[in-house]
């Protein structure tokens, strides 16, 4: 029971997201053959990033923060952008359950990617949720970017009344210019400047179905995913 627990977060302080290197893992035989992944998808991919068991273990430390962060005595509300954070999202869900922090969830299917360019242009199905309204938010994202999406996002949650709102995300990427005015509180890793699929992350639909997450190869960007 978490009695003395003020109403808001108690955590101020940002979860630093671990830093992935520019190159990924080395790409020798042995430690490839833990990394499985269709046939279909053989030569399409460059490096693995992040293997499944890394993400596994980010989230249970992402659990534990919101477990220090939210009172226990009412349910957070856990707001997933589709697709890609679904699989994030569910293993969210699952280790939340492990710790009994009570909870409600919501989608919300948000695009703004066109191949492997951000189209500028976000597009946000259903964006009325009165669960929302009077709740401390959590919006979970796969990666941020641009902070495109999230700039859009994030006003849509402010209208429906939360009592606070904040971004959690598996991953952000280091660009020259900066995600924006966006800086998640929760965040699982920071990634290069790449185009990266798997664990949700897709490339026209292709290779969401990756357990780990990886850089796509040259041959896969010319393949141009499944559309
Ligand atoms: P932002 O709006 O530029 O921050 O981009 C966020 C969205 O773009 C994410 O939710 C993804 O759907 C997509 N996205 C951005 N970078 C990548 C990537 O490297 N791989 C796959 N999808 C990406």
């Known amino acids: 029971m978490n009695c003395c627990k003020p109403d808001t977060h108690i955590i101020e302080e940002k979860m630093e997201p671990v ?3 520019e190159e990924g893992r080395e790409r020798t035989s042995e430690k490839m053959e833990q990394f499985i992944y269709p046939s279909i998808y053989e030569s399409h991919l460059s490096n693995v990033l992040i293997s499944n068991a890394e993400i596994k273990s980010r989230v249970k430390d992402i659990s534990k923060a919101f477990q220090e962060s939210y009172p226990l005595t009412e349910p957070l509300v ?3 952008t589709l697709k890609g954070a ?3 999202f569910a293993a969210l869900l699952e280790e939340l359950s492990a710790l009994s922090i009570p909870y409600i969830f919501e989608f919300l299917r948000a695009k703004s990617y066109i191949g492997t360019e ?3 242009d976000v597009k946000v199905m259903s964006a009325d949720i009165p669960s929302l309204k009077g709740r401390n938010v959590i919006i979970v994202e796969d990666i941020v970017d641009t902070g ?3 700039q859009k996002l994030l006003p849509i949650i402010h209208s429906c009344g939360p009592k606070s709102v904040e971004v ?6 280091r660009l020259i210019e900066g995600n924006g005015s966006i800086s998640p509180k929760f965040t699982g890793f920071s990634v290069p400047d790449a185009f990266v699929v798997g664990y949700g992350l897709d490339y026209n639909e292709m290779y969401r179905d990756l357990r780990d997450i990886w850089i796509l190869g040259e041959k896969g960007i010319a393949l141009g995913g499944w559309k």
């Open 168 to 173: 959690c995300t598996l991953l952000t990427k």
């Open 86 to 88: 679904n699989p994030f």
């Open 78 to 80: 856990l707001v997933c």
């Open 148 to 150: 495109g999406t999230l």
């Open 118 to 120: 951000s189209s500028g």
């Open 19 to 21: 830093h992935i290197p």
